[in-house]
């Protein structure tokens, strides 16, 4: 027999967990590089830039559509590393808690 209540309670608690989970995504830290390094990018768990770095070489305004493409492609790479970073967060908050359902990813929930 399924046991509703019993579900339930693993739902109520399985949000508890993500909540929790969530409000500690600021403090995750995720870095991108472009350049060979003469471009890096800082991003935090809540998707936002936190640094951006560059090579003083950079600065010309001969390099302006270069340092462009830089910070673009450094920021991009973060994003890319903190979504990881997410994911495995949220799936340690979660693991365990609820039976696994088939067809039912939750850490699709999170992107």
């Known amino acids: 027999m399924f046991d509703l209540m019993g579900m339930m309670g693993k739902v109520k608690e399985a949000q508890a967990k993500i909540k929790e989970a969530q409000a500690k995504l600021v403090h995750l830290r995720a870095e991108g590089e472009a350049g060979a390094g003469m471009v890096k990018v800082w991003v935090n768990g809540e998707r936002k830039v936190l640094t951006i770095e560059m090579d003083e070489s950079l600065l010309s305004p001969n390099d302006k559509e270069m340092l462009s493409d830089l910070i673009v ?14 994911k495995e967060e949220m799936k340690a908050a979660t693991q365990g808690m609820l039976p696994n359902i088939p067809g039912m990813d939750l850490g699709s929930m999170f992107g």
Do not use: G
């Open 73 to 86: 492609a450094a920021t991009n790479k973060a994003m890319e590393a903190i979504e990881v970073k997410i």
